[in-house]
Nanobody, 124 residues
Framework: QVQLVESGGGLVQVGGSLRLSCAASGRNIGSYAMGWFRQAPGKEREFAGAIDWSGGSTYYEDSVKGRFTISRDNAKNTVYLQMNSLKPEDTAVYYC?????????????????WGQGTQVTVSS
């Protein structure tokens, strides 16, 4: 089993930055693809981006492309989501997820392990 714990969320002003961390335990995630999803109030959870097992490939949803960057440190069993130029519409609970498939997937069903989420609020 893999346990995932997100941290780094909070309140930030429009145009600001936050870095979320997702720390894994229970198993080394070095062979797993990792994804970040988000759920805004009253909306369904949506894919934000993902990184493959090596960190050599990333993929982002269009609305965050160019503003968000996913990275990973397999030695620390941790994945990061750097969020810049934040907008009010980025307000959501952010979840990290792990997929036993090493290549990037966008569908929630492809991820077997989920964190509890961390709240990000962007104020205008």
């Amino acid at each position: 089993q893999v346990q995932l714990v997100e941290s780094g969320g909070g309140l930030v002003q429009v145009g600001g930055s936050l870095r979320l961390s997702c720390a894994a335990s229970g198993r080394n995630i070095g062979s797993y693809a990792m994804g970040w999803f988000r759920q805004a109030p009253g909306k369904e959870r949506e894919f934000a981006g993902a990184i493959d097992w090596s960190g050599g490939s990333t993929y982002y949803e269009d609305s965050v492309k160019g503003r968000f960057t996913i990275s990973r440190d397999n030695a620390k069993n941790t994945v990061y989501l750097q969020m810049n130029s934040l907008k009010p519409e980025d307000t959501a609970v952010y979840y990290c997820a792990a997929s036993v498939n090493p290549v990037i997937r966008a569908a929630e069903s492809q991820y077997q392990y989920w964190g509890q989420g961390t709240q990000v609020t962007v104020s205008s």
